[in-house]
């Protein structure tokens, strides 16, 4: 009694390390999205040139940037002064159809290729700024106090150029006005922090996660099986999570932000492209899962799992096909990179470690439960996996040569095979034939 309830001693410590690791999991996610889009140049400036090439938000940069031109410069007195006198009255419709037309042309002008590249160019210094502050360096900030900011005045040019207002005008728009304070001085201390939390956290709350579920995978002793199963149905079900997070957090933030119903599409657009790499990192997460819960069913005792094996068992044992098959496979994953971890060194190598070590339970369990298994004609180990899934009978299979007999054993030997036999042709290790053969090689020891 004591030997049956060994193996499960520790399921209450199991399940706690399940659950514990299934939450730092989910906090991994956030985290790993919240590095990659915040404290990542490439990644920021691409994201910022996305949200230049929707429509809604071009839109919202245009009226801004024409916002600017008028609240700087009093655009209706600059064409008074230019009018004949007969003509100075028409000043002020001029001035409104002038700004329809320069929100109109700004619209179209950042459109462009010249004018994105401004764009992005103006994202990736400011996004490099606010990094190097937040790294530690930059001294002259620290001292005199000064702010990160985006300068949008080459583009504000730009579009005064392209929309004609003239040099006066944009000559006029004072010193600053066209900045966007990313960091204030006296945010410098609190975000540094916040930055060096994010890092740890994206990195340690993956790491936490790893070694819980490996923990728990090793105290599950004689129920790894459901363990694994287990481990792949959290992470979806931690994948998941966090796409429901962002719907509901975009939600709540959209309607928060939205002065008015004008600007919600911009407000909207903005958070689903800041949001596409939480997205690709919660797919990710699900894709883990999934592979799980295969491995998981694959070690199962279930027919088909079971003729998998028996398939795969005479390419699995030896390490040249095995190991062969597994770099092909592992250089096409990191040549396609489907996810970010597979892009990255550090992550990519573990995860690579982790199949690896996957492979050689596989191969291990293979080797114990079918040490007599010999390479078949593919089409007869498919034909005899498909009759396992339709559980209908197997068509005869070309007769193997016999070894020849074994010495004589005692009587509680070839009971103790028998009994073995008739288990591995119970879970459809053994077909029909291949268990009247090994019983009929058992019961001829008999006297030899």
Known sequence: MATSRGPRAHRGAVYALLAIASVAGFLAVLALWAQRQALDSDNYTESSSQLLEDPQIRSAVATYLVDQLYTQVDVTGELRDALPEQFKGLAGPAAGGVRTLAERTANAALERPRVQALWEDANRKAHEALLHVLDGGGPAVQTTGGNVTLDLGALLAEIERQTGLGGRVASRVEPGSTTITLLRSDQL???QTAV???????????????????????????????TLRAIGVLLIIVGIAALVVRRIAGSTLVDSLASTESVKPAIESA???QTSLLVAVAQATIAYGVVAVLAAWLAGRTAAATATRRALAPYLREPAYAYGAFAILVLLLLAWAPTQALRQPITAALLVGILAGGLEALRRHTAREFPRAERRPLVT?????????????????????????????????????????????????????????????ILATQGA
Do not use: C, N, Y
């Not at 936490?208 to 099986?225: D, H, K, N, P, Q």
């Not at 007769?399 to 028998?418: C, K």
């Open 271 to 273: 958070w689903r492209i």
């Open 381 to 441: 180990s498919l034909r005899a996996s498909a009759a396992s899934l339709r559980g209908g009978p197997r068509r005869p299979e070309p007769a193997v040569a016999v070894p020849a007999p074994v010495p004589a054993a005692t009587g509680a030997d070839q009971i103790d095979r028998l009994e073995r036999a008739a288990a591995l042709h119970e879970r459809g290790a053994l077909t029909d034939e291949e268990f009247a053969a090994e019983k009929a090689e």
């Open 196 to 226: 060096q939390a994010l890092r740890v956290a994206a990195i340690g709350l993956t790491a936490l996660m790893i070694v819980l579920f490996g923990l728990a995978l090793w105290l599950a002793r004689g129920w790894r099986r459901e």
């Open 189 to 191: 201390a609190a975000a």
